[in-house]
């Protein structure tokens, strides 16, 4: 028979020469299974004498334990191996651009969401979300437009008829809605005051040319407390043209105008610089309209279930996709739709890139070109 240390010498051998665990435990079932050299070994003490036993059993005994020390010793460094290897190919490395492979492209409007709702979300306002398909009372009646109110021809409204088997009747048809304005009674009807929001959101009207799409994006603005003033209207409308601009200073003036909604209106317009080929924000000559507000009408207060003596408040509408065209110098609202790859590899943004008033709101006008 094989003398015990030769066994000894050649299991060890083996052992530290096994390169995986898979490898490691073949060799633990082949010296020490139910079937294994070692076990088999310890099954022929029972034939010998009792003086050769004890001295073979204590042989196979430190056999036993001098191959589990090895095989545990190997099985600790094979372990060790596999995490390094392991955690060697799942390595990420942080300071590698963000995947330069990437082909999706935010589009302008997204983007400008995006900065507008941080903008506001600064501000303190929340962000509330309503139908595209609107009754009339939302989209007119509550916004004091009543039935024959000449401002409803002004819409280009898309009416749409609620049965179809049925003639059309078009004082309690559908509508999809004109406006974001009917999210000011949606969101008096479900919130108490102090109410701070905006509806960001599609508006459709009958239109079609450079600067109008039958489907286009505004952003509603709606603030109610007891002691809201003009003047807060004019200091946040302020603060969010500098924001969105990234200016430091802009010139803005107010034009009276009128909504059926708000009393007193205005049209809020920005400073620029026109020339024959370049439009600058900022210090200028010329001016800008940028957006519609003014004071909350009693009448829409009392619609939307508020009391017009205990409260006050102003709203304004600003369109998107005009605000997109300002900031990135896009001259045609059509293209905006037309879904061609090829636009939107110029004007998109990189998907990665968020917003945020610390972060860097466009991201230095960061469109991927
Ligand atoms: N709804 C108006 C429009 O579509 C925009 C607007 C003007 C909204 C004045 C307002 C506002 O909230 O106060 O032309």
């Known amino acids: 028979m094989e003398d015990i240390k030769d066994i000894e010498q050649r299991i060890l051998e083996e052992v530290s020469k096994a390169s995986d665990l898979k490898a490691l435990d073949e060799i633990r079932v082949s010296a020490m299974g139910k079937k294994g050299e070692i076990t088999e070994m310890m099954k022929t003490l029972g034939q010998m004498s009792a003086d050769e036993r004890i001295e073979t059993a204590k042989k196979l005994n430190l056999l036993k334990s001098a191959v589990e020390e090895a095989l545990s010793k190997r099985k600790d460094i094979l372990e060790n191996e596999a995490l390094n290897a392991k955690l060697a190919c799942e390595k990420i ?13 935010i589009h302008p409007v997204s983007k400008i969401y995006e900065e507008v709702a941080a903008i506001f979300g600064e501000l303190g306002f929340e962000v509330a979300e309503g139908p595209s398909i609107e009754d009339q009372f939302h989209n007119f009646n509550a916004l004091n ?16 008829a609620h049965d179809k088997d049925k003639p059309f009747e078009m004082d309690d048809a559908y509508v999809v809605r004109t406006h974001t304005s009917g999210m000011q009674i ?12 905006i509806a960001p959101g599609r508006t459709y009207r009958s239109d079609f040319d450079a600067t109008h799409t039958p489907m286009f994006h505004q952003v509603e603005g709606l603030v109610i407390d007891k002691t809201t003033t003009l003047a807060h209207l004019k200091g946040c409308l302020y603060d969010f043209v500098k924001a969105f601009f990234e200016l430091d200073d802009i010139p803005v003036r107010y034009r ?22 370049e439009l ?6 010329d001016w800008l309209e940028i957006l519609g507000c003014g004071m909350v009408h009693p009448n829409v207060l009392k619609a939307g279930g508020i009391d017009p003596d205990e409260y006050q408040g102003f709203a304004f509408g600003v369109g998107l996709d005009r605000l997109a065209m300002l900031k990135y110098g896009i001259p045609d609202l059509r293209t905006f739709f037309e879904s061609d790859v090829r636009w939107m590899k110029n004007y998109g943004f990189a998907p990665l890139d968020f917003s945020s008033l610390t972060g860097g709101l466009s991201n230095n006008g960061g469109q991927l070109r």
């Not at 949606?186 to 929001?197: A, F, G, L, S």
């Open 256 to 277: 009276p105008s009128y909504f059926p909604f708000t009393e007193p209106s205005a049209e809020m317009d920005i400073g620029c610089l026109k020339t024959k080929t």
């Open 145 to 160: 437009m009543p039935l024959n109110h000449p401002a409803r021809q002004m819409q280009d409204t898309f009416y749409i």
């Open 186 to 197: 949606r969101t008096m009807e479900n919130k108490k005051p102090p109410i701070r929001i």
């Open 93 to 105: 490395d942080v300071t590698l651009p963000c995947r330069p492979e990437t082909q999706g492209r």
């Open 280 to 285: 600058k924000i900022g210090a200028g000559n």
